[in-house]
């Protein structure tokens, strides 16, 4: 069965850090782009950040970039999203979520995508 987990969420105090994981089972992920989007409560999905297979190109969105930073290691399966000062603007749920490797697929930022996890929830709360 093709699944994907995502772990690390939590609460945390404005300009905290969290670091997110994926990790991947049935299918190994250097075959995929792999993207993390996130939904607040009430707002649309909202693509957050892109990484390509090999890790050699990643995209991100305008409101986390310099505070974000997508990494995979392809031995290990799993994709990260290290998350530094935030801000409640923040808060949502997170999820990752595997797209197919394009040479445009980056620059989508990985959309659309095939698979997605459950998502893990960050709260930028004081």
């Known amino acids: 069965q093709l699944q994907l987990v995502e772990s690390g969420g939590g609460l945390v105090q404005p300009g905290g850090s969290l670091r997110l994981s994926c990790a991947a089972s049935?299918?190994?992920?250097?075959?995929?782009?792999i993207g993390w989007f996130r939904q607040a409560p009430g707002k649309g999905r909202e693509a957050v950040s892109c990484?390509?297979?090999?890790?050699?190109?990643?995209n991100y969105v305008d409101s986390v970039k310099g505070r974000f930073t997508i990494s995979r290691d392809n031995a290990e399966n799993t994709v990260h999203l290290q998350m530094n000062s935030l801000k409640p603007e923040d808060t949502a749920i997170y999820y990752c979520?595997?797209?197919?490797?394009?040479?445009?697929?980056?620059?989508?930022?990985?959309?659309?995508?095939?698979?997605w996890g459950q998502g893990t929830q960050v709260t930028v709360s004081s």
């Open positions: 049935g299918f190994t992920l250097d075959h995929y782009a």
């Open positions: 979520a595997a797209a197919r490797a394009t040479i445009t697929t980056v620059q989508a930022m990985c959309v659309p995508y095939i698979y």
């Open positions: 990484i390509s297979s090999s890790g050699s190109s990643t």
